[in-house]
């Protein structure tokens, strides 16, 4: 299952769309993206990591951070 979810990860950051590991989750069933980039890292792939904070509509006194996975250009 594990590299079912890998070739998955791959072709959606092949497509050019940032992943984060809720991404992954919904659209993959996958909860250790960190693992599966890290594979995908070993096998060649530049992919790089950017966190950004996301404001949440039910309280926006906490912001959360939230990571991001895109191929390096």
Do not use: W
């Amino acid at each position: 299952m594990t590299d079912s979810q890998t070739k998955k990860i791959k072709k959606h950051l092949e497509s050019g769309e940032p992943i984060s590991a809720l991404d992954a989750l919904n659209k993959y069933g996958c909860f250790r993206l960190a693992a599966r980039i890290y594979d995908l890292k070993e096998e060649g792939m530049n992919i790089e990591k950017y966190t950004i904070y996301h404001l949440s509509t039910y309280n926006f006194a906490d912001p959360k951070l939230v990571t991001f996975y895109r191929l390096a250009s």
